[in-house]
């Protein structure tokens, strides 16, 4: 078992940007490891290069022509001496051939996430059904492995519209993808047998030319679902993976895109549900580690969930990686009474291969914690990102409030375009739900965010958006 | 009217560009051509297919990849850095004089007389697919813009917007931005050729071809 | 006058033999030279009489002189005797062979190609009273003694696609088709329809046209000579030269030149010499038929005693195949036999049967040829058994597919017939009888769906499918770095890592498809079934039959290096359960380039599939061209593996190839180019000559991709461009979508 002195030994290599960037390095000083940062020309004003400087000196930032060329990563961590990788999340987070490459190159170093093979059979949508499947959790209704013969397509299409109607569904929908698919792209809905035919033809041939194979998934389509998730997180000793409970993140933009995330994931004390909330949360937290378990799972990981209008959850996917939205939970935690619980520090010291140190039973959870994502963007027009210079950005230091942002507070600020839009996440915690939505709007109102184009047009932001919604946040 | 001839007297003052070679990304150096003064060539062949003169290696994880000189010139100075040493994306690793050749001379002068039109935002450019097969087969200047025609796509924050030309009609006579690269706000995308005025800028063509000597 | 007349015939003659021997010390030249100049010095000096003497003895040195220069000449003199202006050309050829002609398609420089003459013609022939004009159709390159555009008899392939419209033209009439070679080579572009994919197609042509063809033979460049080469009987001139490459084209290749430099000339002539390219070493290899001779130092438009030399060498010829397959035949054919240019008359039309018998001929003639440049090593008894294998395959295969194959065929055919026939006749009760019996029999439809399956574990055997993983990794793949992408200029391709890209991604950049070049082994291991690769003629071993310089270490070296005999393997393997042949060119064993043992290991492949009724694959991994150091013996594997392909198409087999890397010159322009369903995987180049050679012998400049797939797609010399990961899917499909009649697979 490795202890902290040996942890120390270690130099995390940080494989991404922005505010993750920032919560790596900081956990990094937390457990009194060495870390290196990288950046590319247009980031070269982002808060994670002055926090790097500051944290690890000018030798601990290096710029790179990419944070997506693996290989400038693995130069600069050869270059630095660093023993292990952080991911963050999103560039290689969740790629196993990155993870593989940096555990089977010459000069080995750590993967400070899953096994590549964890990530890999976990990574593969239908791996994942077949293997919920296979340990009894539910999973959407449909078919679990790639389609290619039309008539068996047909017939399923078939059996699921039967299927609906048996369970009440008044209007039954299904969905085609493309088994090779992702992010949305290659899916089409049916609500028409009739027109069944033509939509598999059409994501048949978009497929065969997107990822030269033609084989699809039939799943049905449910609507008006919550969008639930279970934070889980397993050593690499065999012990069995523990969970920080579940979130709900069902405010979210036009495009899929998560706006405001709660923990826990439903509130039954304060708040009617339709069906047994509570059951739905421990079953969705029991089926996450049963899979976790059978799954070899050795990190951090999330397990995402739709729960229907009735109740009836349905396992989404598998996210092998530390979220953004990992803070929320952590801020409603406590490990063995101690309160200030840093999951991203926890994942590098599992990671580094030091045993959690501690049980389910040791983890408690209390309160709700509300997490905004603070963004420049439209939320009347399609939510389009606004671009600009941000003049100034400030907030009250509340006792409940935690902010993550690579946005300084002191200067003026160019957004990069070339990244994801998010400026800031901002965590309030309440002892109940009530207090929490108060709370939550009264940083939003005493928040400042002011900027100006070039054209002289005024910051859009979200921010009376996420005031809007934070009234019926955990409302089912 | 541009006045032509200012503008070369100009330029012969200060006939030289500075071309800064820049390491693409990070890895260990090692100088092929490292004398000041050595005389270097720019990638030449009907297609450019024969690549400039060897500069410098940039190996990256055992992968050493040649840099080659972009134009022709002079070294001027190199960075000062050992054999085998350290850089990172973007590090400045030498210079090279290039005297102006006519065409370049040319592109200054237009740019100074053509209808410029800049980047409405800061973001990547990309000519819209129709009008980018156009360029690459049969060149820019194949190209005639009108105003409210839908030229480019700009992409941003993974987003991608049309973006209309505004100005004058004409031919589009240059192109200033590289879709690899990020624009600036109100650097010019192109420069227009009003019909009107194509005398006008053969003229200017025409006048630097004879009286800009180009040098080894 | 008349002196000065001769003195100026002398001073042609001088330059004439300057001329042939070229920059070399020769001292006899040199005497003529001084003797000569003295002469012409010394003449305004002298009386007539003396002029006349003097001139009378040095016409006669000249006479003397030039028989002794003959006697001398080296090969090289021979390119440049064939080179020069004064070798009689193709014109010269029709005014003095044939009683009379008409030229076909052109005039001076209008025409589609001036290299490429065509002309009907007649010889008249007398027997007794009756007078017979008996046509041909002639074909062949035009020198006209150096006019510019005449390209030096370089054909263009159009030029070619002319030659072969009118052979085809020839036989719908039923007349001989006589051929003229004077060609330093094929004009290498690739425009349409292409120099490689023209000449194959010349070639598949003529191994089955129906009519005797008679070859001449004065400058044999090549594929060029081969596009009107393929021929019943081949004469060649004496002083003329049959050969794989120009002396200095093998001179640029053995001296390893690049980017235009220039041989030196001692190599330049030790080439022509070890190319064994005279007409005697041509008739001592069997590569021709008779050679015919030619006056002192070359025919030249004067010597009209050569034009009836030929004549009669031509039309004794074409008796001769005519006879050879023909019923009535004894003593005409017994007469030609004891003299040749025997004066007896025959039709040249041949009958139905007299054709069968002239392709069996001309393939056995082709068949026949080669067969020493190559080793084969087996044991007399295996080679007996094998032949008495070869017979009882052949034999089961006529009972198997000929005669059971074909009654079954019929009776299925029929049942066919006689069940769309009922059917119309029932109309709708039988839709309704079968609905009824269906229901009777099959109580569920089988494809139903369970609701249970919905959202339950289902039974499935596919889950390592989509990870990506192959049978055979690329050694490639086990180095730990970073490759680039030759495309990362253009299309932004970021380093990929050894392994992935080798491994995984099978040799495919991830960014913008560019396939790197994988071993065969990738193939061998990742298409075919596992396991079931049987190779055959194995012990089939190239040679070094003109004992080349050097070539013999070269050879063993590559022996060596691959584990090969040669640069050919044969075998038989399956994809999904379908038996196919295989012959693959590999890149590794002398730049793949062919010669007389891949040609034979090829044609016996061909051969077996035909006989088993199987599909074939050929699967170029690389192919650099002939193997130049195996001269002729090299180059006429290009009409003897069209042929067995054209035996085998039209036995009704699937020819496919698959082209990879590299694939230029002979090899495609024949045996590789005459498929009609060619594909090439992506990345590769396909083409009849490199960038440099074009440059070398055309002056143009062509684009980096000018050999490309895609190019070669969009003029239409292939059928389509394969993702080297769908190889195997696509074989399949091409089996099931393409093929001939006797595939009995389907």
Redesign the interface.
Known sequence: MKTTNELKKHKVLIANRGEIAIRIMEACCKLGLKFVALF???DQHSEHCVMAQKLGGDESL?????Y?????I???AD?AKATAIHPGYGFFAEDY?FAR?VA???RKLIFIGPSWQVI?ELG?K??TK?LA??LGV??V??????VT?D??AE??A???F??QK?QGVGNPVILVKAS?GGGGMGIEEVTDLDKFRSVLRRIKNYSKRQF??ESVLIE?RIFDFNHLEVQVLADRTGMSPVHFGTRNCSVQSLGRQKRIEVAPGFDPTSTRYAFDAQKVLEDITEYSLRMAKEAGYDNIGTWEWIVSPTGQPFLMEVNTRIQVENGVSARIASIKGQKGVDLIAEQIRVGLGAALGYAQEDICLEGVGIEYRIIAEDPDNKF??W?GRITSFDWPDFPWLTMHTQVPRDREYEIP?????NLALAIVWGQTLEEARIRGKEFLHALTLCGE??SGEALKSNISFLERKSDTVLVF | MVDVKTLLQELREEPYEKIVIRAPHAGTVEFVSSTPGTRVVGPSGTWKEKPGTLLIRLEREKNKKPIYAPQKGEIMALADLKPGEFVQAGQELMTIRHYLTREEVIGRILRQSLFLFLAPEKGRYYFIPDVDIKIKTKGSQSVAVEEGLELFILSRMKRETAIRYTGPSGIIYAIYFDTNDSVERESPLIGVCPEDQLGQIQEVVSRVQSDWEEQD | MDIEKRTQELRDRLKYVQDIFGPDENSNVSMLDAKLNEFILREPSLTKQEVIRQLETLEELFRFLEKKLERELTPMNKVRIVRHPQRICLKDILENVYDNYTEIGGQDDYSIDPSMLIARAYVTRKRGKKVHNQPVMVIGQEKGHGQEFRNGGSVKPWGNAKALHYMKVAETENIPIHTYIFTPGSYPIEDYPGAAQQIAKNLYEMAGLKVPIVAVISEGGSGGAEAIGLADTRIMMSHGYYSVISPEGAAAIEGRLRGGQRADLKLIERCADQLKMTADDNKTMGYIDWKIHEPELGARPEHYDFFRKLRKAVIASTDEIVLNVSGMRMLRSFALKRHKGANVYVRWTLSTRAKERLLWVRYLKFRRMAQGAYLDKRHWFSRGSEALGEVCSSLYSYFRYDLLGRQRKKVSELAEDVHAEIQVVMGRSARYWGKVLSKLFFKKDKKEVDKEELTTLTPWNGSDQNLGQWQYISPQAKEDQSITCPNAGVHGCLDQWAPDLFGEWAGVCSFCGHHFPMEYQWYIHNIFDPGSVREIFSEIESINPLQFDGFDLKLDEAKRRTGHKCGCMTFEARIEGTTVMVAMFMAAFRGGSVGAAEGEKFIRAMERARKKQLPFLSYVHGTAGIRIQEGVNGVIQMPRCTMAVRRYSEAGGLYLVLYDTNSYAGPVASFLGCSPYQFAVRSANVGFAGPGVIKETTGLDIPPNYHNAFQALSRGHIQGIWDRREIRHNLVQSLQTMGGRNLYYR
Not at chain 1, 68 to 72: G, Q, S, Y
Not at chain 1, 417 to 421: A, G, L, N, R, W
Request: charged share 35%; glycine share 2%; proline share 10%.
């Open positions: 590319t020309a247009p290096y710029r790179v022509s990419s997506l060329d693996a290989n400038e693995f130069a600069v270059h051939r490459r089977q190159r010459e890999r593969d239908i791996n077949r499947r296979k539910p999973t209704p449909g078919s679990d492995k790639p013969d008539l068996e017939n399923i078939k059996s699921l039967d299927f048996e090779a030269r194979d049905q389009i990102p671009v375009t070339d990244f994801d839009p184009n070039a």
